[in-house]
């Protein structure tokens, strides 16, 4: 059965090096319908890709905030 993602860029404040970067990418790749975590610290930024049927944006910013970083905006696409 195919899902129909969605794509998720999410600014994230806090991050000072490769731990907090982990910390980020585990917290989000451990929600369930989360198919896809990549957080860059330069940017200061994740791309998630992640089934809406399953979580959405809340509980994407709840997890970044509970890891105890800073959500600065979030913006979702569908994917094709």
Avoid: W
Wanted: charged share 25%; aromatic share 4%; hydrophobic share 40%.
């Amino acid at each position: 059965m195919f899902e129909k993602l969605e794509q998720a860029t999410i600014g994230v404040e806090g991050m000072t090096c490769a731990h907090c970067q982990k910390r980020v990418t585990d917290a989000l790749r451990g929600l369930k319908g989360v198919k896809s975590a990549a957080v860059d610290l330069e940017k200061k930024q994740a791309a998630v890709s992640y089934n809406p049927a399953k979580t959405g944006l809340p509980e994407l910013e709840k997890a970044i905030t509970e890891a105890g970083y800073t959500v600065t905006g979030a913006a979702a696409s569908t994917q094709d």
